[in-house]
């Protein structure tokens, strides 16, 4: 008889109860010297680092079907040379106003979340809520608060205060929208080898417009064009390279009906097509933009990218966290019910793009379930060794985030550091040491919920080495699981 070795069954490493705390709302909005410290912050580490996630999920009473229509609340950490300033503040949308000067919901929610009175509450009401709660940047003197589906707000970067939505000093037109996944060109070809940020705006239809942008650092417009693809487009996050600007069109299809009856969220009407391929477009961003090329892969369902990379002229490299199919939102059952072990886990994978033969090749990198992954920005659209990213802290499964993932693209080997089984960890955020010489010098901030003590901590840990933290920060509050944030460094602070 052949014995087959058995693995060890992992047993689970959290607590729903734990992880559904950290979905509380958080309506104080404070600042203050953070005083509880464990370790010490690095000498270098200079500058601000941003979050932005929803903050609310309640409005005034009427629970949230979705914690991905709660306000946006913006968090920002600044380093000086007295210690960490911490702030927190709501981005006052215009929205956000209204509903507070009512002391009522006012707005549906995209994903779901419908105003008290039932089908006849909600029936006709298409009006969409900008909620600003996805990402948040520096952009010359603006900081800017990003939701895919509308315009920017602008804040105050030391205060936080709103000052509106905004244009972008008219460069957007009213009706136009700004992704929340802006890419910075580390040297870009259209700002004589200085950086450059990249963004994106969908509007889809039957056939739907990409807009594309590309600022210098200071705001000011460098480049705008636009691609028209058939289908509808649901996409979030994009990537670029020095030659190309890259899009994965997930097949969906959507169908507004039940929304505008009332019945469901606009974002309940979205339907993944499994059996149907992943377009990956990529545009040249060299003018006339013209020679778009169109490759067709089975992706999966995709929200964010790792990286792309031209590996030669006519192969390029991209790294994402692939899901194998969207996970539809149910209407009945709160999000907090879930039960991770039903859904289909995000894992990072490779696709080699064969320009000359038309052909992807995909590949599984890692087992794990990641989530949220940042890079060296140095290494944004150029060949690269080193990806962090949110994980999970058994190596199989999908499960809550609950760790830091280094993982090292040329040997596959990880490094995790867990705080389970009562921390939930989100995205980190890679900040290059002041001395940087090699691609993992840097400090990574990493925003985590400590459901035993009911707050957040911000800990630091050093990119050459996460297998223990160099400090930990103790707020004196918690802050609801947020989605995306970024770092302005002493330079651009
Ligand atoms: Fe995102």
Redesign the pocket.
């Known amino acids: 008889m052949v014995q087959t070795e058995k693995k060890p069954v992992e047993t689970k490493s959290y607590s729903l109860e734990d992880w559904r705390k950290g979905y509380e709302s958080q309506p104080q909005e404070k600042e203050y010297w953070i005083e509880d410290i464990e370790g010490e912050i690095p000498a270098d580490l200079r500058g601000t680092l941003y979050r932005n996630g929803p903050g609310l999920l309640e409005v005034y009473g009427t629970p949230l079907n979705h914690p991905f229509d709660g306000d946006g609340m913006i968090c920002s950490f600044k380093f000086t040379d007295e210690g960490c300033y911490f702030r927190n503040s709501y981005v006052k949308t215009k929205e956000y106003l209204e509903e507070k000067q009512a002391q009522k919901m006012l707005y549906r929610g995209v994903f779901g979340s419908q105003k008290p009175g039932g089908i006849l509450g909600n029936i006709f009401d298409i009006k969409v809520k900008n909620i600003a709660n996805?990402?948040v940047i520096k952009l010359g003197k603006k900081l800017l608060a990003l939701w895919e589906a509308a315009l920017p707000y602008y804040l105050d970067p030391e205060t936080l205060e709103t000052k509106k939505i905004d244009n972008l000093d008219g460069i957007l037109k009213d009706s136009d929208v700004f992704s929340?996944?802006p890419r910075l060109d580390p040297h870009s070809p259209f700002n004589n080898g200085k950086p450059s940020l990249i963004n994106f705006g969908i509007k889809p239809g039957l056939s739907s417009t990409i807009n594309i942008y590309e600022f210098d650092l200071e705001g000011n417009l460098l480049q705008q064009y636009s691609h028209i693809t058939p289908g509808f487009c649901f996409i979030?996050?994009f990537l670029i390279t020095p030659n190309y600007i890259i899009f994965f069109q997930n097949p969906t299809s959507y169908n507004p009906l039940p929304f505008v009856l009332g019945m469901k969220g606009a974002g309940e009407c979205l339907d993944f097509k499994e059996n149907e391929p992943t377009k990956i477009i990529l545009i040249p961003r060299h003018a006339p933009h013209k020679n778009v090329i169109t490759l067709e892969a089975n992706a999966g369902f995709i929200?964010?990218h790792a990286n792309a990379f031209e590996k030669d002229e006519k192969t390029l490299i991209i790294d994402s966290v692939c899901y194998a199919k969207l996970s539809q939102i149910n209407p009945d059952k709160s999000y907090k019910e879930v039960n991770f072990d039903e859904l289909a886990p995000g894992q990072l994978f490779r696709f080699k793009l064969d320009l000359n033969n038309q052909k992807v090749e995909k590949e599984l990198l890692n087992q794990r379930c990641v989530e949220?992954p940042f890079i060296n920005p140095e290494n944004v659209g150029r060949d690269y060794r080193y990806l962090f990213i949110g994980a999970t802290h058994n190596s199989t499964k999908n499960a809550p985030l609950q760790g830091l993932l280094k993982f090292d693209l040329h040997t596959n080997e990880e490094q995790l550091y867990s705080f389970a089984p009562k921390g939930f960890a989100g995205e980190p955020v890679f900040v290059p040491k002041s001395n940087a010489t090699a691609e993992d010098d840097a400090w990574i901030l990493d925003l985590i919920y400590d459901s035993e003590n009911h707050r957040s901590d911000l800990v630091i840990f050093d990119g050459k080495d996460i297998s223990q933290p160099v400090a930990t920060l103790h707020l004196k509050q918690h802050i609801p699981y947020g989605?995306?944030g970024s770092w302005a460094g002493i330079m651009n602070n």
């Open positions: 996805t990402n929340a996944h979030h996050d929200f964010h949220f989605l995306h």
